[in-house]
């Protein structure tokens, strides 16, 4: 079973759209990430929510919003879509200690026209 | 600070040689650092961390080493497998309460030739 599970793998969209990812953990951590990565494989944190309450926004731009309904689900909302959007968006969750690795989905592929 | 490079750096290793991975951090108060491998179309799987106090530890088959003087890590992968061709990220932890901040390395993809 997969431990971190985003949906949809692959999203194609004209720019304007609005689209939405899905996240969803059953680890049983409290801690959940969205990270981007662009097409030369730089990988880099936007949001972290812990139990629900956000503790990390990066310089991520307004139009980007996640939703965390409980803590085993993060999702990744986005507003009129640009080209600069187009990358892989990463999931990832840890448990509440400090030194504990992050466990990440397979992504999901956003490319947009 | 945060590595952007224009290219991808590239390692070529026969099949059953050692390989070694470095990688320079940016923050001294770093206090957590992590080893990730990523193969195509999967996401960052943990591989192996290290804590400040420490310079070196060891798993199956890899050992990382880390130099806080020069600000550097290194991944060493022993007697390569073709499931070690990969790209391989160090990644530096300048966490908050309640949350890690990873800041990634640029990632170095690891070809292990037969």
């Known amino acids: 079973d997969t431990a971190v599970s985003q949906t949809p793998k692959y999203l194609v969209t004209q720019m304007g759209n609005d689209k939405s990812i899905k996240c969803e953990q059953n680890?049983?951590?409290?801690?959940m990430y969205w990270y981007k990565q662009d097409s030369k494989k730089f990988l880099k944190i936007m949001f972290s929510?812990?139990?629900?309450?956000?503790?990390i926004n990066e310089t991520v731009p307004n139009r980007f919003s996640p939703k965390s309904p409980d803590k085993a689900h993060l999702n990744l909302h986005i507003n009129s879509l640009e080209l600069g959007d187009s990358a892989v968006y990463f999931c990832?969750?840890?448990?509440?200690?400090?030194?504990?690795?992050?466990?990440f989905g397979n992504g999901t592929r956003l490319t947009v026209t | 600070g945060e590595s952007v490079g224009l290219h991808l750096p590239t390692l070529s290793v026969q099949e059953g040689d050692n390989s070694i991975i470095n990688c320079a951090y940016s923050?001294?108060?770093?206090?957590?650092f992590i080893w990730y491998k990523q193969e195509s179309g999967k996401g960052p799987q943990f591989i192996i961390d290290?804590?400040?106090?420490?310079d070196k530890r060891q798993g199956q088959r890899v050992t990382v080493l880390l130099n806080k003087t020069v600000k550097h890590l290194s991944l060493q992968i022993a007697a390569t497998q073709p499931g070690d061709s990969a790209v391989y990220f160090c990644?530096?932890?300048?966490?908050?309460?309640?949350?890690?901040?990873?800041?990634f390395g640029q990632g170095t993809r690891l070809t292990i030739n037969p």
């Open positions: 929510y812990n139990n629900k309450e956000l503790i």
């Open positions: 923050n001294s108060a770093s206090d957590y």
């Open positions: 290290i804590r400040s106090n420490m």
């Open positions: 990832a969750s840890n448990s509440p200690n400090y030194n504990s690795p992050l466990h």
């Open positions: 990644a530096e932890n300048l966490g908050i309460q309640g949350a890690q901040k990873l800041v």
């Open positions: 680890l049983g951590h409290d801690t």
